[in-house]
């Protein structure tokens, strides 16, 4: 069974540039969520979906982040326009059922890093 | 929010068993405690889960005393390839079940 994948591995960019990652989750797995690690902090959650829905956006950062899930599979995170403090490793994960007891299944992650 | 405290660091040799502790003293009655380990360059990785008790798999044991307020994560015989972060975690009981990261818990195995 193929785990979560995420595009690119690396990304750099400059200030004010756009850019969007991509996560496919683990097939059959409805619930999506997006992560990230900022430099020397603690990983944060961002948002989470249900299916195409977003269950919980409560992390996201401000309005320069825009998440999608279309279809219900893969999902996109844009980053647009990017600032320097956006630098950091994004995470996403997806599980299969909804419940504290329910293992979420990371990808490697993606390294953004602008300039 | 259960907010959880974990050693910074420690330090291991190769054959050893690991006890890793973890405080959580607001955790809350559904509340299942979770570990992840994270290698570099990779994301992290569920280890075990448990609600009370002790609960074992292949990889670690989780130890949980009857008041929940702490958690003890076992490693048993390290080996190098151990190395990595550890994280104890408390999922967050809302409707997305997030999860809360700490800074983690660095485990260096030595050979």
């Known amino acids: 069974e193929a785990g979560v994948t995420q595009f690119p591995s690396h990304s750099v960019i400059e200030k004010g540039q756009t850019v969007t990652l991509r996560c496919d989750p683990i097939s059959g797995h409805d619930n999506l969520y997006w992560y990230r690690r900022v430099m020397g902090k603690e990983i944060k959650f961002l948002l989470h979906f249900v299916k195409e829905s977003k269950q919980d956006e409560s992390g996201m950062p401000n309005n320069r982040f825009l998440a999608e899930r279309t279809g219900g599979t893969y999902s996109t995170l844009k980053v647009q326009p990017a600032e320097l403090e956006d630098s950091g490793v994004y995470f996403c994960?997806?599980?299969?059922?909804?419940?504290?007891?329910?293992?979420?299944?990371f990808g490697p992650g993606t390294r953004l890093t602008v300039l | 929010l259960a907010k959880t405290t974990q050693p910074i660091s420690m330090d291991s040799y190769e054959g050893q068993e690991v006890n890793i502790t973890c405080s959580h003293n607001?955790?809350?009655?559904?509340?299942?405690i979770t570990w992840y380990q994270q290698f570099p360059s990779q994301g992290p990785r569920f280890i075990i889960q448990g609600y009370k008790t002790k609960v074992t798999n292949e990889v670690a044991s989780l130890f949980i005393p009857a008041d929940r307020k702490s958690s003890t994560l076992s490693l048993p015989r390290v080996s190098l390839s151990d190395t990595a972060v550890y994280y104890c975690l408390v999922a967050e009981m809302d409707s997305s079940y997030k999860l809360i990261f700490g800074s983690g818990t660095r485990l260096l195995v030595r050979p």
């Open positions: 607001n955790i809350a009655t559904n509340d299942y």
């Open positions: 994960a997806s599980s299969h059922g909804l419940a504290a007891y329910n293992e979420q299944f």
